[in-house]
């Protein structure tokens, strides 16, 4: 058993790193690529399911060995070892499930896209990277992790590197994640010097005992870091803009790695955090208040892309709220099996809309507007993502949202702040995500131009309408002209001989995710999730959900009359200008910036002055000798003469004496 399930370990992570190196050395033609990239990932996915099958049995948590311990000396153990959990089992298996649908849409989407071969060995490279963090028990191996997924995501955001707006976000992206990694960097190196280990285990055992500002400022590192990858306040700006990247790179980076490690991370650190409420309660503040302005800025976008791309960030911090606000002593799986239900849905409506705006040729609104009419069979997957997002019975978000609630509350009943805080901002979110789900979806099942343009001609054309049933009769009969014969522009077209679709397999796999998200709550009753199902707080669960159909009632009535549907259009115009800009977080940039490149450009003014002289310094020198030289005659003075003659004679004078 323990063997075994060593081996599937190691497989899940050594099969996509397997994959980066063939797809890009032997990758020459595309379809190559793909192949080796997707049968890889495949067997890892296939190695991480028997996984989670063994796991369902047992439930044994055990040490898996990597490479051999890096010989440092006595003072500082490398072990380099994976953690095999049940949860990170189920994590991985979600990843790499991810992974291998955004692999098959990709290559679909970017089907004669000639860098096809690095895009599809990044995303191999970055799921490998995920799954390191996942799998990770030595803060070396989650480093390492953590650095290769933000150079993956630079070179995933910026793939169409012709496009100056997709350079400028990629460099963006690196750039502020950079800034927060300092302190993460650090925090993870005095973890591990403190402790003489990088084994997490080991480093939580022997930090428990550590009291003071030393640990504080350890952890507050940690969370910075954590802020930073996620896109929360202040670094998150980043996320939006990185939807100049490629949907299939927007599907990875938003479901299921880069910005989702950070609630694995600290999950692992829970029970450090559990001795420290000052870094408790900045971790619940800072993410409850992103998470709601980010469902705030979802809810006004004019592109449905970025509305995705404000609602990862909402959900992210959703996730990192609820790790906060944890009761300390207990896990923090409720966050993790939200993380997992994110995956599901986010995913499967980003590839989605990759599908739709190919159709559509546009991801705003007012194009995007009765989308699902026109490909009926994206209706009911779409329908499913925007439900479970909006964290509908009986989907995974709702179990795991009342699962957060629930830990919140009783965190705050033991007289934690943080709790309290926690419990407030979650039913706060919970609403807002609930509206922005629904006005996605009432955008994008409208009624389409043509359509509305039909309905009013025809009603038009009616002199006198006094009943109702009439009315719909004329609303479901064919557009007429003026002699009452049937107009061709209205004919109904045969959807799968016109408009472009993936293939067989991908649309397989995205009704996998959207199931996924629909019964995933299921887990939660297994042992590969710790979430105390048997008390269930009955009355908490009604109020969450009668909460959650308010808010979808109140966003139907802010929809009627408006135009495309879209309930945003209720809201004050400069409300809806300044969500839609990131709240003016790109001016607070600039005004950290520009005192850097202010002082960057004195200092480089004065290393061009110092060049300058320092190559002028031999020419001047040699100018003043020339100046000195001048008057010299070249030869020996009288004085001099005597003087040389006076030092001969006293010598011999003095030896002879002597």
Known sequence: MTSVTSHLAQAALALPLIGTLLAFVLGR??????????????????????????????????????LDALPLGPTLRVPLQLRDDATSALIVAVVLLVSLTVQLFARWYLYSDPRYRVFASSVALFTAAMVLVVLSNDVLLTLMGWEVMGWCSYLLIGHESERAAARRAAFKAFVVTRL???????????????????????ILSTW??????LRLAVLLGLVCGVL???????????????????????????AATMVAAGTVVLAQFEPLLALEPTARLTLVLVTGVTSLLAALAAFCQFDLKRLLAWSTV??????????????????????????????????????LLGWLSVVIGSTLASRMSGSLRRLPRTFVPATLGLFTMAGLPPTIAFVSKDAMINDAARSQADGHVEGLIGFIMLFLIVAATAAYSMRAWLILQHRTTLERRGERQVLNDSHVVRDVDIVELLRTSPEVDEHGEEIAAVEEYDEDEVLPRPGVMVRFMMWVLALGGIFGGALALTPLIDIDTRHLNLPMMGATVLLVLASVLVV????????YGDASRRLPRRMTLLATRGFGLDRAYLALARPVVWFAHVVHGTDLRLAA????????????????????????STGLSWVVVGVVVASVVGVTLW
Do not use: C, Y
């Open 613 to 636: 002289a320092h190559d002028t310094l031999p020419a001047g020198m040699a100018r003043l000798g020339d100046l000195a030289d001048a008057p010299h005659t070249r030869r020996p």
């Open 314 to 351: 909402s959900q992210v911090g959703l996730m990192l709220l609820a790790v906060g606000a944890v009761p300390p002593g207990d896990s923090a799986d409720a966050a993790l099996l939200h993380l997992v239900g994110h995956a599901f849905f986010k995913s499967m409506l980003f590839l």
């Open 208 to 213: 428990t005992h550590i009291d003071g500002p």
């Open 556 to 563: 139907r009535i802010m929809s009627l009359r408006q135009l």
């Open 180 to 202: 927060a990694d300092a302190p993460f960097i650090v925090g993870l190196a005095a973890l591990a010097m403190v402790a003489h280990t990088t084994r997490i285990s080991d």
């Open 29 to 66: 033609r595309n379809v190559v690529a793909f192949v080796l990239a997707s049968v890889t990932t495949a067997a890892a996915l296939g190695a991480s399911v028997w996984l989670v099958l063994r796991h369902l049995g047992s439930g044994v948590a055990q040490d898996v060995t990597t």
């Open 228 to 254: 930073g990858k996620s896109a929360q306040l202040p670094f998150s700006d980043w996320l939006p803009d990185a939807m100049e990247g490629p949907t299939p790179a927007s599907a990875l980076i938003h």
